[in-house]
């Protein structure tokens, strides 16, 4: 039986309408089972030819995975463009976890930079100039994008520097009200931020050849931790920092025989190294609660305090009602997510404790070098562990002077900006100092070398990362559907009903009130929040987690709006 006949204008309009990606796997799917070109054509409502160019494409039209919301694949998208907005996602989520707003700008040029790298290390079937003038992270891409992965709420052109300088005049009014009403003096009033350092990152001075290249230096993803660094305005009370690692039990602590309890830090692990809301409510009620009750009492000051946190995941609206019943004179404000970088006292705290953490590496490495038989590649390569980390840390936070803390309030709290005794910390005289440290080990570094080495210990990530990171994300999603097939959902709630009853129970029947709800409260908040949490993540979606919906119409504007901080 021969084919219908179509008419000229039929086939014109045939060859206008273009085909999605899953139509042609389909196709392509089904001549490979058997089915003829021609009964193809007729079921499809295409002509021959079309088909025929469908099936020569066949090995790219298998191979390409799209990214999501993607269902038309054309000369112009390339596999390049998929794996850059995969890679792009897994970037997007990793700036959310750490509580940074970024732009559209910032958007465009990330994906520009990965597309790029991906470019230089995939040869197609065009010329890598005629690749590269295809994607130009135009304004049409980006709101295709953005609507693909469900971020729907961006401040846009220019709008940033007039809106947010005139948002933050208007909360310092709101701060400078709230000191007022309470009464807050310096001492009383803290601020805490989260920063990634990638501890074991290897100077690019020190790689002279293809071997050190590979190095474990080269390897941040594997090397890498979170620091939750917090100081009051005043200058002279630091808190133990949160760490939170990798690894529990790092080699290096089994060999060094190194007890968690006595480390400078507060020691907390997971598979991303992340700062989680369970983290830092154990911070909260274990180190900051505690510290401060002993440093108001040991200076005389009234028993109340303001803890100043950013919108960061870890910090959620209601972590007040997490800590603790002595330390709730504790009380915490947020500050808004648009004149975070703005106002934030600790992220000039923080830029200045890595410069300092740089140059006690330095002289340690220095050490090592003049005073044993070690080149600094091998004490860099073999000697250099996370204990000898820990002290760099603890060293680096200990040399930030009263004045450093104080004077980052200069914007937030002008009024608590006072003079010290303690010296300022001179970022070009520090970076002199690491210069003179490198010359004496052989290195030929300048300032630009320093300042880029000092950079490296920040958040971004290079494309071969994103790549890593994609499947440590992959792997630890599934590992989580398998703790919930050992853990039923049933038998937690189970569990947590019998605590509530002798919680219930103890607090009517035991003579001793104070001793025993002390005690249950820190029992709930270290055993039964991590069954809590499992509970609370089984509710959500598990395809892109929080920060990519599978449809932006399934939250409503104002969460989805708060959760992705991005702006121009």
């Known amino acids: 039986m021969r084919p219908k006949k179509v008419s000229a204008k039929e086939s014109s309009e045939r060859k206008k309408r273009m085909m999605c990606l899953e139509l042609k796997k389909e196709i392509v799917e089904k001549h490979d089972q058997g089915v003829r070109v021609v009964d193809l054509a007729r079921e499809y409502e295409r002509s021959s030819s079309t088909i025929c160019t469908i099936l020569k494409q066949k090995e790219l039209i298998k191979a390409i995975s799209p990214a999501k919301g993607i269902k038309i694949i054309s000369k112009q ?3 390049i463009h998929e794996d ?3 890679l792009l996602v897994v970037w997007l989520k990793e700036k959310q976890l750490a509580g940074d707003t970024v732009t559209e700008a910032i958007i465009c040029e990330k994906a520009r930079a990965i597309y790029a790298s991906l470019l230089q290390k995939t040869p197609g079937t065009l010329t890598d100039e005629a690749l590269a003038e295809q994607f130009k992270a135009s ?17 846009r052109n220019g709008e940033v520097a007039s809106s947010d300088m005139e948002a933050a005049d208007d909360y310092l009014k709101t701060f400078a009200e709230i000191i007022a009403a309470e009464g807050y003096v310096p001492q009383q009033v803290f601020n805490c931020d989260e920063t990634r350092l990638f501890w074991k990152k290897m100077p690019k001075k020190f790689c002279a050849t293809a071997e050190e290249q590979a190095m474990p230096g080269k390897k941040p993803l594997q090397d890498r931790l979170t620091l939750a660094l917090c100081a009051n305005a005043s200058g002279d009370c630091k808190i133990k920092p949160l760490l939170v690692h990798l690894s529990e039990n ?14 400078p830090v507060m020691w907390r692990a997971n598979q991303r190294a992340w700062v989680t809301k369970q983290f830092f409510v154990e911070w909260l009620n274990l180190v900051f609660g505690p ?16 803890l100043v946190l950013d919108n960061a995941p870890a910090h959620l609206p209601n972590l007040e009602d997490d800590i603790l019943e002595e330390f709730k004179f504790i009380k915490i404000i947020y500050l808004p997510v648009n004149v975070t970088p703005i106002l934030q006292p600790m992220d ?40 000898i980390c820990l002290r760099i840390i603890d060293m680096a ?23 010290t005794d303690s010296e300022t910390l001179e970022p070009g005289a520090v970076i002199k100092e690491i210069l003179s440290l490198g010359k004496s080990m052989g290195l030929d570094m300048n300032d630009s070398d320093i300042n880029e080495l000092i950079n490296e210990h920040s958040e971004e990530l290079t494309t071969e990362e994103l790549k890593e990171l994609q499947m440590q994300q992959h792997a630890n999603l599934l590992q989580g559907i398998g703790d919930t097939e050992v853990i039923s959902t049933s038998e937690i709630k189970e569990m947590l009903g019998i605590w509530e009853k002798l919680v219930d129970f103890i607090q009517k029947k035991h003579p001793e009130k104070a001793a025993t709800g002390h005690a249950t409260a820190l029992f709930d908040s270290l055993c039964l929040t991590h069954f809590r949490h499992i509970l609370k993540e089984r509710t959500k979606q598990t395809s892109l987690d929080c920060f990519v919906p ?10 989805l709006a708060k959760r992705t901080k991005i702006s121009e």
């Open 84 to 86: 850059m907005e995969r």
């Open 77 to 79: 998208r390339t596999a």
């Open 291 to 306: 510290d401060v009750k002993k440093y108001l009492q040991e200076n005389n000051l009234p028993l109340q305090a303001l």
């Open 397 to 419: 936070w200990q040399a930030v002077t009263a004045r450093t803390l104080t004077s980052a309030w200069e914007r937030l709290w002008p009024e608590a900006v006072s003079e």
């Open 348 to 387: 000039e705290v923080i830029s200045g404790f890595k410069t300092l953490f740089t140059r006690h590496l330095f002289r340690h490495c220095f050490e090592m070098t003049e005073y044993t038989d070690f080149t600094y590649r091998e004490f860099w390569k073999d000697h250099y562990n996370i204990v």
């Open 250 to 263: 790092p080699r290096a602590f089994k060999s060094n025989n190194i007890v968690k309890d006595k480390l």
């Open 550 to 559: 599978d449809s932006p119409a399934d939250e409503g504007e104002e969460s």
């Open 139 to 155: 304004r049409g891409w980006l709101d295709g994008f953005k609507k693909r992965i469900g971020i729907r709420f961006v401040v």
